[in-house]
């Protein structure tokens, strides 16, 4: 059974910084792409910062030159550096990964259970 195990979410002020942490658990033929949504209240899930094993990187308008994200040299790690925050990054974050389980595997995607950041002004 695979899961994502996350780290790092809490209480900052407005400008500080946060990191955060996932780790793929479980036994996984490849990892192709990990990354980061969040859920504001009252609002949809989105993508805030995706990576792929060939180092291709999304971000979200909206936390660009703000967010950083990384893997870990195994690939199994996703970080998600904060700069910057503002009080509309407060938000659940969750970490995303797709995965293939062996190579006859047409490939899924797993979610974290949700880490909270908060943003007080």
């Known amino acids: 059974q695979v899961q994502l195990v996350e780290s790092g979410g809490g209480l900052v002020q407005a400008g500080g910084s946060l990191e955060l942490a996932c780790e793929f658990s479980g036994t996984a033929f490849s990892i192709p792409a990990m990354g980061w949504y969040r859920q504001a209240p009252g609002k949809q899930r989105e993508l805030v910062a995706q990576i792929n094993n060939g180092g291709g990187i999304n971000y979200a308008d909206s936390v660009k030159g703000r967010f950083t994200i990384s893997r870990g040299y195994t690939k199994t790690t996703v970080y998600l550096q904060m700069n910057s925050l503002k009080d509309e990054d407060t938000a659940v974050y969750y970490c995303?990964?797709?995965?293939?389980?062996?190579?006859?595997?047409?490939?899924?995607?797993?979610w974290g259970q949700g880490t909270l950041v908060t943003v007080s002004s």
């Open positions: 995303h990964a797709y995965y293939y389980s062996d190579y006859t595997s047409t490939g899924d995607e797993v």
